[in-house]
């Protein structure tokens, strides 16, 4: 190859390259997040918007100043773990001993590489023990005792069983203890039949593409002790896959385990399906077959947002171009200015 042959073919090769660079570099930052669908009484409406506003903001306030995409997605949640609106960490519901067992997973797109815990009673954000699990073991689940052991040796620090207890968790076991209900009770609502708790969730996608998604839980009032719902499970309550996309899952877990909800919302973008498309579709076949409800949120590759629940409501919120959007109620879409700088 003569000197000016080459010249053009490294130049063009060098002018594809910057091209690719620029493609990656064109995804717009987000981070979604669900506080999960259910039946929601109207008195704690206010408290779980204000919840996902300020976990997504604090997310997307943390991948804009240059955290990865793991630390994203691991502040939105554990805001809401700390939130007693929601049921994960504290605010968790009880099991039939009245006691807390939480479960929680994460899962980074680029390797799949993946990090779940389950029958966490005793540390307060399980989603953080999650994250060591993906970073720092060979597996991709730990639980009960040992999970107990690899936090602590982590630096965990352990907490009274009871500071996890709330007052509307320990109302809402004596609802289901005295009307039934097959665990399936949100906080504060005592009917009989609800149509599913909260768990809460976040998936975010970077500028480069990456994608990653966090879910957490306290499971359902009055489970049995040593209930493993979806949440801690991939495939079921969290997937992700930066060739595809990501999705958390909420609702009633053991119908969302029965037809692995978060792959096979990944599957039908994979065929050609928009998120919003995908997510529609798969939790409506869920429904209709088995009767029982959910909600999920989800990311495409291309940053594209997807976001549906056959319950009567679930609280979501995103952060996209400077703008925050969010809702609740089926059909409710609230859009405001979002100032990244603002405290």
Known sequence: ??????YEHTKQRTHFTDIYKTEIKMVEPVIIV???AGDIPENRVPAKIKGVKLAAS?????????GSILDAIEVAVRSMEDDEAFNAGYGSVLNL??????????????????????LIRDIRHPISIARRVLEKTPHAMLGGDGARRFAISEGFETVPPSSLVTDAALQALEDFLNGGGGGRIEIGHKKDMGDGVS???????DSEGRIAVATSTGGMTGKYVGRIGDTPQIGSGTYADDKIGGVSTTGHGETILKVCLAHSIIIGMEKGLSPQEATTQAIDAMTNRLTETAGAITLSNKGDIGMYFSSKMMAWCYVKAGKIHYGIKPNE???EDFDVNAP
């Open 97 to 118: 001993d009245a006691a807390v067992e939480m479960e929680a997973s994460m899962q980074r797109g680029s390797d799949l590489q993946a990090g779940c815990v389950t």
């Open 34 to 36: 669900h506080g999960g």
């Open 1 to 6: 190859m003569c000197l000016l042959s080459l």
């Open 58 to 66: 604090l997310g997307y306030k943390s991948l804009n100043s240059g």
């Open 199 to 205: 768990t809460v969730g976040a998936v975010a996608i």
């Open 333 to 335: 879409h609230n859009i």
